[in-house]
DNA sequence: CGACCGATCGTCT
DNA sequence: GACGATCGGTCGA
């Protein structure tokens, strides 16, 4: 088990980085329990010229400032006044890239989990979309700004490989106000696992 | 199944 | 004052 250096996200092909993410741990450590899911499903935001990004056209607001700070911190924002969306900020400063984590599979403190998100089984639901995730892991608004190198939250690799060939990518969900950009393949995913979210637009 | 709808609030105009 | 990078429940076929 490797906890990922900060240079692990600071570098420039968010493409990529998104890609590498699969199969990675995402360990959580709030108020002294341990939580822990892998990566099974990303979307990636190229920045400024991404129609879909929080930061087209170099828009910078106070919410949106985290994203142009050099790669490695958590971007937490809540949607629709009611979840809380996880994401890692790419590449170098000034450049406001990042990486949303859509959806995950428990593995360690599946109990917290279930409490957090008020469940009481663990199925394919538990940590299936972004809003989940983050529910599930504790995670928060609050935890914008975090390093990934902070104990409290980071990503770790434990030598699990996903071939290319098991790798899909599709458009991402949700963002039909993006126009064009809305139809680059910047989702990606784990070919067959049941954690993977559906998307329910058209 | 699929379509629809309500929840709920920070952020930006 | 409008609107989301969503979710889960309900309703009807």
């Known amino acids: 088990m490797k906890i990922l250096p ?8 968010v493409l990529q980085i998104a890609k590498e993410l699969l199969g990675k741990i995402i360990i959580t450590k709030f108020i002294g329990n341990e ?9 990636a935001y190229n920045g ?3 129609k879909a990004s929080h930061a087209y056209g170099g828009r910078r607001t106070n919410r949106t400032e985290i994203m ?9 924002y809540l949607c629709y006044g009611i979840h809380h969306l996880f994401n890692v900020v790419t590449n170098a400063k000034e450049i406001p890239h990042a990486i949303l984590i859509r959806a995950a599979e428990p593995m360690k403190g599946v109990e917290w989990m279930l409490k957090r998100t008020g469940k009481k089984i663990h199925d394919h639901t538990l940590t299936k979309g972004p809003g989940n995730v983050s529910k599930a892991l504790g995670i928060q608004t609050i935890h914008t700004g975090f390093s990934l ?21 599709s458009p991402r969900i949700g963002v039909n106000y993006a126009g064009e ?13 049941p954690y ?6 058209k």
């Open 196 to 201: 993977v979210s559906g998307g329910k637009v």
């Open 181 to 193: 950009d809305a139809k680059l393949p910047y989702r990606f995913f784990i070919k067959d696992n």
């Open 35 to 43: 939580t822990s899911a892998r990566i099974v499903e990303v979307e």
């Open 6 to 13: 900060l240079s692990f996200y600071q570098r420039g092909d």
């Open 149 to 169: 190198s902070d104990p409290a939250l980071q990503i770790a690799d434990d030598g699990f490989a996903v071939s290319s060939k098991n790798i899909i990518s």
């Open 68 to 76: 142009y700070a050099a790669g490695g911190l958590a971007y937490v």
């Open 48 to 50: 400024v010229i991404d």
